[in-house]
């Protein structure tokens, strides 16, 4: 009898089973069951950086371990296709984060940028270690906070290093468009390079009408130069940020 090609042994079926591709040396082995597994989060998601006027796509997972993944648009063509190998084939990746390119709105318009990733339904699906599937939805939309104004400290501004420090800016109410948004959270960070970074970070609710946080004196030193962002995040994930610069005396 002729032998069937290794490529013909993935096609065929059994009862209650099929032949998968398993992560060693591409072999081939017998699965029991497919069952369908949910990932524990799938987003997609647009960030906006208002000051420095770039965007960029973001593509975030996290579930069983995998040893492949994708992601299909809502033309049903995939976007991104992840495949491990080898040593880490057999351990298995439980978490998957990929972000785009941040082209300057000189080189992409917005109008061109939201064109390459129409709104609607994106689908994950992969495989677990075990050979199930693996699969998640999220829903990708072109709703972009506002940027948030008035950021205090102002950019070039001076503080005293030995007093506490108020870091506030408005609250924001519309998306890009002006039609009206309740942010689901702002993120305020601020930090520095003095010699090793150092980071302070507070996640405040987006229903706060007038966003503030005092940062203690411990966090700041004399004669540096920080760095203040904020970023404004609503239910889908989309985000916005704004940025300022300060120094201490």
Not at 18 to 26: H, K, L, R, W
Not at 81 to 105: H, K
Not at 141 to 159: C, F, I, K, R, Y
Not at 218 to 243: C, D, H, M, W
Request: hydrophobic share 35%.
């Amino acid at each position: 009898m002729k032998a069937f090609p290794k490529l013909a042994a993935a096609l065929v079926l059994a009862p209650l089973g099929v032949f998968a591709i398993g992560p060693e040396n591409d072999s081939y082995r017998y699965v029991e069951h497919c069952d369908e597994v949910e990932l524990d989060e799938a987003e997609v998601f647009i960030e906006f950086n208002s000051t420095d006027g770039d965007f960029g796509i973001q593509f975030f997972w996290d579930g069983e371990p995998w040893r492949r993944m994708k992601c299909e648009g809502p033309d049903e063509r995939k976007v991104l296709d992840v495949r491990i190998r080898r040593n880490l084939a057999r351990q298995g990746m439980t978490e998957g984060f990929f972000e785009s390119a941040e082209p300057s709105t000189a080189v992409l318009s917005m109008e061109q940028f939201l064109a390459r990733f129409p709104e609607g339904e994106y689908e994950f699906e992969g495989r677990t270690l075990e050979g199930d599937e693996i699969e998640g939805e999220t829903e990708f939309t072109h709703t972009l906070p506002a940027a948030p104004a008035n950021l205090s400290p102002a950019d070039g501004d001076e503080v005293d290093a030995s007093e506490p420090l108020v870091v506030s800016f408005d609250a924001v109410t519309t998306d890009l468009d002006g039609d009206p948004l309740e942010p689901e959270l702002y993120e305020l960070i601020v930090e520095t390079e003095d010699d090793i970074l150092r980071v302070f970070s507070i996640v405040l609710g987006g229903d706060a009408a007038n966003p503030s946080v005092t940062i203690p004196p411990e966090f700041l030193s004399p004669e540096t130069e920080y760095k203040f962002e904020v970023i404004v995040q609503e239910e889908s994930g989309n985000r916005t940020i704004a940025e300022s610069e300060f120094s201490t005396n």
